[in-house]
């Protein structure tokens, strides 16, 4: 049986001017889509994907 590792936690903070594509970026990276037709953020958006990678786990918290 292979050891378990420990899950490795990261937050990254996505920051920059009103409507460059931040959330764009988040949506393609999380979803693999891409929406023209999104609405702007209004406050705080937060999403948290776990990645499975050779010899770990990830958890990856985009804000």
């Known amino acids: 049986m292979a050891p378990v590792s420990a899950l490795a936690k990261y937050k990254l903070v996505f920051l920059g001017d009103q409507s460059v594509g931040k959330t764009s ?6 979803y693999d889509k891409f929406d ?3 609405q702007a ?4 958006d937060f999403l948290s994907k776990t ?3 050779e ?6 918290q985009l804000w």
């Open 25 to 30: 970026i988040i949506t393609r990276f999380m």
């Open 36 to 38: 023209n037709t999104y």
């Open 41 to 44: 953020t209004i406050g705080i």
């Open 51 to 53: 990645m499975y990678l």
């Open 55 to 60: 010899d770990r786990t990830v958890r990856l």
